[in-house]
C-alpha cells in the first residue's frame, strides 16, 4: 500500500509558477512508476506528465510539453510538478499517482489505468 499526498496548489494569474509535491509513504518509492494527472470540472481525468522509476525517463501530454517538468527524488519519497507559464485551461485538480506493476521492457506509462495508487488531489486555479 502506497499512501500519497499532494500539496502546492493554489490560485494563481496566467503566465506564473506553481510547483506540486506528491509524497508517499512507502519504503519502496523507486519501484513505482509516478505521474500526474488531472480532471477540470465536466472533464475526464486527463494525463499531464510520467516519470521513471530512476527518474531517467519523462513523457508529457502535448499541452504542457516545455511548460511542464515532473521530478523525483527517491531518498525522499516525493515527486514534483513544475508548472510555469501557467494558462486558464490548466485550471483543475492535479492528482499524484503511483503504478506498481513491473512491465516487461515499460520504463513509463500515460496510461490512467495502469496507475493503481492515488492521492486525494490538489486543486490549480488560473485567472486570466
Known amino acids: 500500500q502506497v499512501q500519497l499526498v499532494e500539496s502546492g496548489g493554489g490560485l494563481v494569474q496566467a503566465g506564473d509558477s506553481l510547483r506540486l509535491s506528491c509524497a508517499a509513504s512507502?519504503?519502496?518509492?523507486?519501484?513505482?512508476?509516478m505521474g500526474w494527472f488531472r480532471q477540470a470540472p465536466g472533464k475526464a481525468r486527463e494525463f499531464v506528465a510520467a516519470?521513471?522509476?530512476?527518474?531517467?525517463?519523462?513523457d508529457y501530454a502535448d499541452g504542457v510539453k516545455g511548460r511542464f517538468t515532473i521530478s523525483r527524488d527517491n531518498a525522499k519519497n516525493t515527486v514534483w510538478l513544475q508548472m510555469n507559464s501557467l494558462k486558464a485551461e490548466d485550471t483543475a485538480v492535479y492528482y499524484c499517482?503511483?503504478?506498481?506493476?513491473?512491465?516487461?521492457?515499460?520504463?513509463?506509462?500515460?496510461?490512467?489505468?495502469?496507475?493503481?495508487?492515488w492521492g486525494r488531489g490538489t486543486q490549480v486555479t488560473v485567472s486570466s
Open positions: 512507502t519504503r519502496t518509492f523507486s519501484t513505482y512508476i
Open positions: 516519470v521513471s522509476r530512476r527518474g531517467d525517463s519523462t
Open positions: 499517482a503511483a503504478d506498481s506493476t513491473i512491465r516487461a521492457g515499460v520504463m513509463i506509462t500515460t496510461i490512467r489505468y495502469d496507475y493503481d495508487y
